[in-house]
């Protein structure tokens, strides 16, 4: 398509507007003033000019018609849908005058900070929430707090670092940098990468890599895109992939395939690894995953005898029963099998420069904050006094306590909630009631956000108009390479989350005024360590990586034999023993298992059988779909023609059964409630299990009360317990392990089975 454009800006997609956790360099072609084309950057290293569709439909984001553009607070009764227009001036005022006050009459604790998945606004939140005084910084909803921390902790604390499967990301020259070498496999468990780009991953790449001549092997549920392309594809049953690992573990021991040079000098506690693992032989595990044993034995052999070989993890690994431990099982699979920071393994993920823009480990933690920050905020933080685990390893409050407390005040009073990037109610609450409940019981709900939506419509108070990537000024400090966030155009009065949380974070601690007069001072200052500031950086191109010789910890590989991990200098591992941890002593510290194990999921025909006959299919939930990250993009026209119905999966076995038509809507349900969808056949999907699309809202239906866009009937999240978090306190929410079954809808059924009572109860 030919379009005029005057100008073209360069900048780096990071949410909102593609949706993702970004990374991709991006041409914004601009026409008076107006964004008018988004490409990708041919020059950038990550995408070399591809773009998703999400990117390429940023035009009809931008300037959607509705758009929130100006502050809101709410007028009428929570839920009725009436808003009036405020200056930022007036909206400022407000939060400082209501949070000054709760502050003096119940501590700054009783405010709590909910943001939606990490993206690019953990560092502002984080910012405004310390600055404010709270310790409560939650991704409220997400049970168990199931999205890359529990893998984040698991590497801290078994390897001291995080690490990525290598696909050459970490050099400008990609593939053809010689010290680079392909993997022959790639292992990718639990995950579709390319319908969603992951945490500073690019799906893409696996692609380039089996272009190249890598070979995959599959672990998922769910026949993928990848699946299809795999020499092994495993088929396995949800929740169950604990068992896997310790039984890939003990046959790499038992088989003599491990790397014994790595792990006799670089690892801890392998005799007692051994010893665990022993009893999960491949009959055993074959009955408790429903995988051949003979489909195990092969594709466990064609991993520890492939070198190198890479595994790419996936989000439902966090949201298996005790996920930390099935998640320290996988990090024992990458180190023993000599795969650990080697070309074309798991390389360790050092930022550019070491560069952060908001702390993931508690290490980042107190560089950013201070020494203190743990004795600062653990006294009141959430689940820090019950979890010791969450206490110590990063900064979050533990999401199924904080819901709870929201509604009967214990231990203390949580009395105004701030969200920000997070449509609770249409995307990532588990027991959605509940979380309904919770935040009708606060007295303040201030949401930062683009557009309405379930949460903003149901219990919002005030409305802060947010910025899109196109709109804003910001950085990127995630991994590699370091990179600015340049703004093009601006919408309406609407902010960027740094500019907004900024302007309230300096109200609250008037000092930050001084130390930071204007955002890039900020910046300037975070970034200190390239070299650079915001304005070289930005001459230089925008993005850069740090080269051997001036950084040579961000830079690839064996650095735990040169001695560039630890801070101390000596070779080894930024751990307490200087050696990858099998047998993690840090767990041990905390009160959790420092060995991996397994537990059977919390719903299932082992362990409910009751509960089995009665609800008889597993729903997987969380598919997804190109067109839409989480619970945005159903409004955009371009994305919904494509992906235009909440769907379920299901396999025509099991419809004939049901007398369930192609196309037919139903209910799927269980003893939390029932929701609608529209069965797709999908010959791919076991028998047992249906796959479920989350984040769903029809941004086409009434958004007032008690409607909120319809996401009462069709939000699988209503189906989701809470509280069935692992041992850690991290990890093991239910997504993809509730028990459910699919029933034909009558003629005579009321098709809003959730809403009105809810609704009554609160009008």
């Known amino acids: 398509m030919s379009v005029d454009f005057d100008k073209v800006v360069k900048?780096?997609?990071?949410?909102?507007?593609?949706?993702?956790?970004?990374?991709?360099?991006?041409?914004?072609?601009?026409?008076?003033?107006?964004?008018?084309?988004?490409?990708?950057?041919?020059?950038?290293?990550?995408?070399?000019?591809?773009?998703?569709?999400?990117?390429?439909?940023?035009?009809?984001?931008?300037?959607?018609?509705?758009?929130?553009?100006?502050?809101?607070?709410?007028?009428?009764?929570?839920?009725?849908?009436?808003?009036?227009?405020i200056t930022w001036e007036e909206a400022y005022d407000t939060i400082e005058q209501k949070w000054n006050r709760l502050k003096e009459e119940s501590g700054p604790e009783s405010v709590i900070f909910i943001q939606g998945t990490g993206r690019d606004i953990g560092g502002p939140i984080t910012f405004l929430c310390y600055a404010y005084g709270s310790p409560n910084l939650t991704q409220l909803g997400l049970a168990g707090q199931s999205c890359y921390t529990p893998r984040l902790c698991s590497m801290v604390a078994t390897m001291g670092d995080f690490t990525v499967a290598d696909c050459s990301q970490f050099f400008e020259k990609r593939f053809d940098d010689p010290r680079y070498t392909l993997p022959k496999y790639i292992v990718i468990w639990a995950q579709n990468p390319m319908s969603g780009c992951p945490d500073a991953f690019q799906g893409h790449w696996?692609?380039?890599?089996?272009?190249?001549?890598?070979?995959?092997?599959?672990?998922?549920?769910?026949?993928?895109?990848?699946?299809?392309?795999?020499?092994?594809?495993?088929?396995?049953?949800?929740?169950?992939?604990?068992?896997?690992?310790?039984?890939?573990?003990?046959?790499?021991?038992?088989?003599?395939?491990?790397?014994?040079?790595?792990?006799?000098?670089?690892?801890?506690?392998?005799?007692?690894?051994?010893?665990?693992?022993?009893?999960?032989?491949?009959?055993?595990?074959?009955?408790?995953?429903?995988?051949?044993?003979?489909?195990?034995?092969?594709?466990?052999?064609?991993?520890?005898?492939?070198?190198?070989?890479?595994?790419?993890?996936?989000?439902?690994?966090?949201?298996?029963?005790?996920?930390?431990?099935?998640?320290?099982?996988?990090?024992?699979l990458w180190s023993i099998t000599g795969n650990l920071d080697v070309p074309g393994g798991n390389v360790i993920a050092r930022n550019a420069w070491d560069v952060t823009q908001y702390p993931y480990t508690t290490q980042q933690l107190q560089e950013v904050y201070g020494e203190d920050i743990l004795d600062r905020i653990n006294g009141k933080r959430i689940g820090a006094a019950r979890y010791e685990y969450l206490a110590n390893m990063r900064s979050w409050g533990q999401p199924d306590m904080a819901v709870q407390q929201m509604i009967d005040g214990d231990p203390y009073r949580i009395r105004s909630a701030w969200i920000q990037t997070s449509n609770l109610l249409g995307g990532q609450a588990a027991n959605m009631r509940k979380h309904y409940?919770?935040?009708?019981?606060?007295?303040?709900?201030?949401?930062?956000?683009?557009?309405?939506?379930?949460?903003?419509?149901?219990?919002?108070?005030?409305?802060?108009?947010?910025?899109?990537?196109?709109?804003?000024?910001?950085?990127?400090?995630?991994?590699?390479?370091?990179?600015?966030?340049?703004?093009?155009?601006?919408?309406?009065?609407?902010?960027?989350?740094w500019e907004i949380n900024f302007e309230l974070a300096k109200r609250f601690n008037p000092s930050l005024r001084t130390r930071y007069p204007e955002f890039r001072d900020f910046v300037n200052e975070r970034i200190a360590s390239s070299g650079y500031t915001w304005e070289t950086l930005s001459e230089a191109g925008g993005w850069k990586y740090p080269t051997q010789e001036e950084w040579p910890a961000s830079?690839?590989?064996?650095?735990?034999e040169r001695g560039d991990l630890r801070p101390d200098g000596k070779p080894g591992f930024r751990t307490p023993s200087g050696k990858v941890e099998l047998y993690a002593t840090l767990n041990e510290k905390y009160g959790i298992h420092p060995l991996p194990f397994y537990v059977e999921p919390p719903e299932s025909e082992v362990r409910t059988p009751e509960l089995f006959q009665k609800y008889p299919l597993v729903m997987v939930t969380g598919r997804r779909s190109p067109v839409y990250f989480h619970s945005e993009h159903r409004n955009i026209p371009w994305l919904r023609v494509c992906d235009p119905y909440p769907l379920v999966e299901v396999h025509p076995s099991v419809m004939k059964a049901l007398g369930i038509d192609d196309g037919e809507w139903v209910w799927v349900e269980n003893d939390r409630g029932r929701i609608r969808r529209k069965v797709k056949e999908n010959p791919s999907m076991h028998p047992g299990y249906?796959?479920?699309?989350?984040?769903?809202?029809?941004?086409?239906?009434?958004?007032?009360?008690?409607?909120f866009f319809n996401a009462w009937d069709i939000n699988c999240n209503i189906l989701v317990p809470t509280d069935t978090q692992s041992e850690s306190g991290y990890g093991g929410g239910a997504f993809k392990t509730t028990l459910v079954r699919l029933r034909k809808i009558r003629p005579d059924e009321d098709l809003h089975p959730n809403d009105e009572a809810e609704w009554k109860d609160k009008r």
């Open 555 to 560: 830079v690839p590989y064996k650095r735990y």
């Open 690 to 707: 249906i796959s479920v699309p989350h984040g769903w809202w029809m941004p086409e239906a009434k958004g007032s009360g008690p409607d």
């Open 437 to 497: 409940q919770a935040l009708m019981n606060m007295e303040f709900n201030v949401i930062v956000d683009l557009f309405h939506n379930p949460t903003t419509e149901a219990v919002g108070d005030l409305i802060l108009p947010a910025a899109t990537f196109a709109e804003k000024e910001s950085f990127r400090a995630w991994y590699q390479p370091l990179q600015l966030i340049r703004p093009a155009v601006e919408v309406g009065e609407c902010r960027s989350d």
């Open 206 to 332: 696996v692609v380039d890599c089996m272009r190249r001549g890598s070979k995959l092997i599959v672990i998922d549920p769910r026949w993928t895109f990848f699946a299809s392309r795999a020499e092994y594809y495993l088929q396995i049953r949800p929740g169950t992939d604990g068992a896997l690992a310790l039984c890939m573990l003990n046959l790499i021991i038992q088989n003599d395939w491990y790397d014994h040079d790595f792990v006799e000098n670089w690892t801890y506690g392998f005799d007692r690894l051994a010893e665990e693992v022993r009893p999960y032989t491949v009959e055993k595990t074959a009955e408790i995953t429903g995988i051949d044993p003979e489909l195990i034995f092969a594709a466990t052999r064609a991993y520890a005898t492939s070198h190198p070989s890479a595994i790419h993890w996936g989000l439902p690994l966090d949201q298996v029963p005790e996920a930390t431990a099935v998640d320290d099982a996988i990090v024992c």
């Open 11 to 85: 900048t780096t997609a990071w949410s909102p507007g593609p949706g993702c956790h970004g990374g991709c360099g991006v041409e914004l072609y601009l026409k008076d003033g107006k964004v008018v084309k988004v490409e990708g950057d041919p020059d950038h290293p990550w995408n070399h000019g591809r773009a998703c569709s999400r990117l390429l439909a940023c035009t009809q984001y931008i300037y959607h018609p509705d758009r929130i553009l100006h502050p809101l607070k709410r007028v009428g009764a929570r839920g009725e849908g009436k808003w009036e227009q």
